[in-house]
């Protein structure tokens, strides 16, 4: 993987990670970084943040389809159309999601040393 797209991977965590901690999945959806779901979700199992990926895939699985649209305002709409089980099951991940931020933040950290072992020169 370059380190562009290890970056991106970085980037895409952090951005999810502060929007569901600040307005829960719902709030990350309706966010630009709900652009990148599924690149978001590939960026938490190459991190290796397994619990963290397995909620994002269960928020994803409330849109119908199983994924929520990439543009943000066919995304809104999606998740004005999502019933009370659907959002029920949201507002449980963000409980769930409180419980795993210490592991994601964990496991952010140790990606981001192993990119600066990687390429930083000392």
């Known amino acids: 993987m370059s380190i562009q797209n290890e970056e991106k991977v970085v980037r895409f965590v952090e951005r999810f990670q502060a929007a569901v901690a600040g307005d829960g999945f719902e709030g990350f959806f309706r966010a630009d970084a709900g ?8 960026a ?6 397994i619990n963290t ?7 994803m699985w409330v ?5 929520p649209p990439p543009e943000q305002n066919a995304r809104r ?3 004005s159309q999502i019933d009370e089980t659907g959002r029920s099951v949201l507002r449980k991940l963000d409980g769930s999601f409180r419980h795993y931020n210490d592991e994601l933040t964990s496991s952010l950290a140790r990606y981001s040393r192993s990119l600066n072992e990687r390429y930083c020169v000392v």
């Open 35 to 42: 652009d990148y779901a599924q690149a978001t979700l590939n």
């Open 44 to 49: 938490l199992l190459v991190m290796q943040a």
């Open 53 to 59: 990926a397995a909620l994002l895939r269960q928020a």
């Open 63 to 67: 849109f119908e389809g199983g994924a």
């Open 77 to 79: 709409e999606a998740l």
